[in-house]
């Protein structure tokens, strides 16, 4: 079926590091969707792609959608400790979401 | 506004016994609901989605199963626990039909320890 595949797994940064996570399918999406859970959490929607080659920002996140529409980011500029949790990538027409990438920030 | 309600929030179970999530979704008509779960530090699993009264499609085969006796409620049940049943159950709704993108609103979730 169709699967989203998030990299990587695992991420420590020092506080003030950038973090980026990536998501790709080997299909094309018609959207992509991320989301942010904290830890001991429930998931939280962040913002949704839709075109070819779109860029969005909130503050010192940015998101990017791929000219190919098959692969995504989730870029933070100068982490802070507030960024810490799991953020996924998700095909919500496919109810597919990716395996998650955890980030922790060390202060 | 809409706003999803589930629970019990944490339970301990031990192996055998059955099991009843409950969830229900208010301000909002027709939602499609779903139950994901969530091994811990792993990704979401989507086990359930219902499009309507009765309508159940289940995505992985297991012990686990469905209901949606009314619009915006949907509960996850089990006759006999497994110890790998244990995890996050996070139960979802959205607007509209399975196709289209919107956004997924997750309840606060549910931990399941089975002993």
């Known amino acids: 079926g169709q699967q989203v595949m998030q990299i990587p797994q695992y991420q420590h940064v020092q506080e003030g590091e950038d973090f980026t996570t990536y998501c790709n399918s080997s299909t094309t999406l018609s959207n992509i969707q991320w989301y942010k859970q904290r830890p001991g959490g429930h998931p939280v929607f962040l913002i949704q792609l839709v075109k070819s080659g779109e860029v969005k920002k909130q503050k010192r996140l940015t998101f990017q959608f791929g000219e190919a529409k098959k692969n995504s980011s989730l870029h933070i500029t100068a982490t802070q400790t507030t960024d810490v949790g799991t953020y996924f990538c998700?095909?919500?027409?496919?109810?597919?979401f990716g395996a998650g990438t955890i980030l922790r920030v060390k202060s | 506004s809409q706003t999803i309600h589930q629970w019990p929030a944490t339970l301990v179970q031990p192996v055998g016994s059955p099991l009843s999530l409950e969830c229900t979704v208010e301000g909002t008509s027709n939602p499609n609901l779903y139950w994901y779960r969530q091994a811990a530090g792993r990704g979401l699993q989507l086990l359930f989605y219902s499009v309507g009264i009765g309508q159940i499609s289940s995505e992985v085969p297991q012990n686990l199963s469905a209901s949606r006796p009314q619009d915006r409620q949907f509960i996850l049940s089990s006759k006999k626990l497994l110890l790998s049943d244990s995890g996050f159950y996070l139960c979802?709704?959205?607007?509209?039909?399975?196709?289209?993108?919107?956004?997924?609103?997750f309840g606060e979730g549910s931990w399941l320890t089975v002993v």
């Open positions: 998700a095909y919500p027409n496919k109810l597919v």
């Open positions: 979802a709704w959205s607007v509209i039909g399975r196709g289209t993108g919107n956004t997924i609103y």
